[in-house]
């Protein structure tokens, strides 16, 4: 009999057409893209670009030429992530060896839940949880990859509900009393996000009050979560929960773990560490005091503790939660498909983890990060993240010898947040309009850049400052004359304001 | 100043590798994987294959010809899940065109959550959602790419529960009374994880009984369903999602959406349609019967829907979540933060979706389903359902014409439930010990092919019913031969049980 007729489903022209994207991916998406003489972005208005794209979809299809040009075409007007230029979010820059660990697992597609359909990867995402846990300083524990922060953020929170109420998983939270979570006003809007979610409420997140630009003392924080926890009982709540965030998504601060763990101790409370942004210091000797403290909780059963170990530079997209606690991700998450997780196969059982997931199909995320990890070793992933540290303090020297650049607080991370103030405001701090004048200023160079192309980097407002830009220092393709030309880009864009 | 060094970080060298891992990726993850001469899996037991992958993390690095070696051992010791002998999931097959996308998106590595990293992308997602809710039937609505089935099926309950009791988003499920959920005892597990992740408890999960082999009359499914709203509201709880299933994860059958959507509206609750197997029916003209009913929900105010339209044959760990809706999924998911989500940027900022959903990054997944919807169009789409559905009535009738084949169902869609009896059990369906038996007759069969590494099928029991194969038949590389060869494949591993 024939192969099933349809388009594109003929092995040998299929296999023609990848090789030819393969190329124009390589030179488009990887090549130019990386090359500082290429724009970061190609700016069109959506108008613009929904006719130039001529994205809709109809009943017939395109020859082989037609979908090469739009492969083309796509990565011609997407940002350029990967560009040395690229500081617009907490990803940039490409790491080749992790890019043809995610290719293999795109052309692979298989699915974490069984070692039965994914032997190599369940062994491999063991691996990595594992030599994660020792790093953290946890003998032993658990782990699971997560599709990104926000969702590994909900997992740890589900997780320290199950540990406090387990019958929250059957009969819901009308049994137990109202629950309380504990983070800092600073912290990732994903606790928010999560506690809607899990049907907890934002209102029973309680937020702390950080230290004025997150002095290394963290007396106020400490005094204040304290001073939360009794206000949340003495309102019937029951304190659950405590996040401490290693690496803030603005300011790239450090909350005091080691405080934090104490109050969570005293009080029995579970800890988590969301360092979605900054885990990646646990690979450094230099660096690794940021997180001084997780070590310390070795008791997985009286004090069971979350740790989220994102970014690691270059991973996006995929975060890895861990726990001291060896079953309680299990417990907490099983059902129990008999159509999946048979109990009469012919192996070890056990390495069927899909159920610790609350996803059924769960995409092979370990490989990117273990072939980088091969490739480079703990040594290279180590150096990487001394050199971001580096080139970060690099930054900061120069941009305070410029006249008009003003740092909001000084670096703990690769976060550099700053005000420009263009000439016409300098010295005018006393002005009544100066603030309103001078958020104005960060939205008129973004927008600039943007539409000239020549980098990308973010601003925002906080905590009553007005809009700052915040550097992040992190892609492994980056210099510094690229840190150079980001202040001299920032000048020539805003001098005139 | 020189380009920040770190093993693998320099351009020239990395794409040098990208280029000769692409070779092996083509070669032994698509060519052969795809290749019915070659195994469909080459079994290791797990101590065997831990010690030949060498999967420890080390301090150093490895050379590009180790790393080139590692490659390849990961595609061959992994699961060809592209080869046409591999019936093991509700995934199988290649697309070319969906896979080059999926390279795009790993390539240029962005997060979908604002135009000015995403531009493209985020028109194109948008185009993609409206074109499949023209299919549905909606004129109007939302929509959102999840990571898979179960978290669309998450979203779709949290929605649900904001549209009833908006003030569960701030003040968590205390204030309001015990909620209800419905679902057919045959629907996916994820219906429990979801009502245990969201706070709801699994006990809130009614589970409606199916007809007998899921007949076209549903009587005693619409019956139960509202015997049991009935049932649920006497005991005080407040019956707010129903779950109707458009294909059965083992049987494939499809619920009754037509009665389903009676009841619903009749008692104003949410109706979901879980379409993560079946949802690609909305393609084919012949086939579109079995999800009538969708296109009746014009009402969004009052009887808002939502639709997750999954699988799309081809198209792994990504799913479509539809709403009738048109701002429900914004309102219940938003958290507004500043640093992501300006309100003074240059551009209109309703093109920044990202806080419709509950990640922060989320991966891009709507050019993979876009490429190859341009490669083949809709008719191209329309013909692999088809002849997926024509390839299993084939099966069927070859599998009716052999001695000790039995279904257990007729199949609605690609599913084709059997048990295999082997000579020494025919004609003995009533001795004592048959069922038990039979229970272990599938397992044995399952291990054969697996250490042969000729095919790959799945089995379960369900509801009372021992051990029987799920055949399921979509992958565009299958022919009738690839059919003919399992059936005399399972009687070449089974006559002697």
């Given at each position: 009999g024939a192969r099933m007729k349809g388009a594109g489903s003929k092995s040998s022209e299929g296999e023609l057409f990848l090789s030819?994207?393969?190329?124009?991916?390589?030179?488009?998406?990887?090549?130019?893209?990386?090359?500082?003489?290429?724009?970061?972005?190609?700016?069109?208005?959506?108008?613009?670009?929904?006719?130039?794209?001529d994205l809709e979809l109809g009943d017939h299809g395109e020859s082989h030429q037609?979908?090469?040009?739009?492969?083309?075409?796509?990565?011609?007007?997407?940002?350029?992530?990967?560009?040395?230029?690229?500081?617009?979010?907490?990803?940039?820059?490409?790491?080749?060896?992790?890019?043809?660990?995610?290719?293999?697992?795109?052309?692979?597609?298989?699915?974490?839940?069984?070692?039965?359909?994914?032997?190599?990867?369940?062994?491999?995402?063991?691996?990595?949880?594992?030599?994660?846990?020792?790093?953290?300083?946890?003998?032993?524990?658990?782990?699971?990859?997560?599709?990104?922060?926000?969702v590994s953020n909900m997992y740890a929170m589900n997780v320290a509900r199950y540990w406090a109420f387990p019958q929250v998983k059957t009969q819901g939270l009308w049994t137990v009393p109202r629950l309380a979570v504990f983070t800092s006003q600073e912290s990732h809007y994903s606790m928010k996000k999560s506690a809607a979610f899990l049907g907890i409420g934002t209102e029973n997140v309680y937020h702390v009050k950080v230290d004025e630009r997150y002095?290394?003392?963290?007396?106020?924080?400490?005094?204040?979560?304290?001073?939360?926890?009794?206000?949340?009982?003495?309102?019937?709540?029951?304190?659950?929960?405590?996040?401490?965030?290693?690496?803030?998504?603005?300011?790239?601060?450090?909350?005091?773990?080691d405080r934090i763990a104490d109050i969570s101790e005293r009080n029995g409370i579970w800890m988590h560490v969301d360092a979605a942004w900054g885990g990646s210091v646990v690979f450094s000797k230099k660096h690794k005091h940021l997180i001084a403290g997780m070590e310390r909780y070795l008791d997985p059963i009286y004090n069971p503790n979350s740790y989220e170990v994102g970014t690691l530079y270059f991973f996006g997209n995929s975060h890895i939660l861990l726990f001291s606690h060896q079953n309680l991700l299990m417990h907490c998450h099983c059902a129990n498909a008999t159509y999946l997780f048979q109990q009469d196969k012919f192996y070890d059982m056990s390495l069927d983890t899909g159920d610790k997931s609350i996803q059924c199909g769960r995409k092979v995320d370990c490989l990117k990060l273990w072939l980088m990890w091969k490739a480079i070793g703990a040594q290279g992933l180590a150096n990487r993240v001394d050199?971001?540290?580096?080139?970060?303090?690099?930054?900061?020297?120069?941009?305070?010898?410029?006249?008009?650049?003003?740092?909001?607080?000084?670096?703990?991370?690769?976060?550099?947040?700053?005000?420009?103030?263009?000439?016409?405001?300098?010295?005018?701090?006393?002005?009544?309009?100066?603030?309103?004048?001078?958020?104005?200023?960060?939205?008129?160079?973004?927008?600039?850049?943007?539409?000239?192309?020549?980098?990308?980097?973010?601003?925002?407002?906080?905590?009553?400052?007005?809009?700052?830009?915040?550097?992040?220092?992190?892609?492994?393709?980056?210099?510094?004359?690229?840190?150079?030309?980001?202040?001299?880009e920032v000048e020539r864009l805003g001098n005139d304001l």
């Open positions: 030819e994207a393969f190329k124009v991916i390589l030179e488009e998406a990887v090549h130019k893209a990386t090359d500082v003489k290429e724009k970061v972005c190609e700016w069109k208005d959506p108008e613009e670009l929904r006719v130039l794209m037609q979908l090469l040009q739009r492969v083309r075409d796509i990565a011609r007007y997407s940002v350029k992530t990967n560009h040395p230029r690229f500081f617009n979010q907490l990803f940039a820059g490409v790491d080749y060896h992790s890019l043809t660990g995610r290719f293999l697992t795109e052309a692979l597609n298989t699915s974490q839940y069984t070692y039965e359909v994914a032997p190599v990867f369940v062994l491999m995402e063991d691996v990595v949880l594992r030599k994660l846990r020792s790093l953290v300083g946890w003998s032993e524990g658990d782990g699971i990859f997560c599709p990104g922060g926000s002095s290394s003392l963290h007396k106020a924080f400490a005094e204040d979560l304290e001073a939360k926890i009794v206000h949340a009982k003495s309102q019937g709540a029951v304190p659950f929960f405590v996040n401490a965030t290693a690496g803030t998504t603005v300011q790239g601060a450090f909350d005091p773990l050199i971001a540290f580096a080139s970060t303090r690099y930054f900061v020297e120069e941009l305070k010898k410029r006249e008009g650049f003003q740092v909001v607080s000084e670096p703990q991370f690769v976060n550099v947040c700053f005000w420009f103030i263009p000439p016409s405001l300098r010295g005018k701090e006393n002005s009544p309009d100066y603030q309103e004048k001078l958020a104005k200023v960060a939205p008129v160079i973004k927008e600039r850049m943007v539409k000239k192309g020549s980098m990308m980097v973010g601003y925002q407002p906080l905590d009553g400052r007005v809009n700052f830009f915040r550097m992040v220092i992190l892609s492994p393709q980056l210099n510094h004359s690229d840190l150079d030309f980001f202040l001299d």
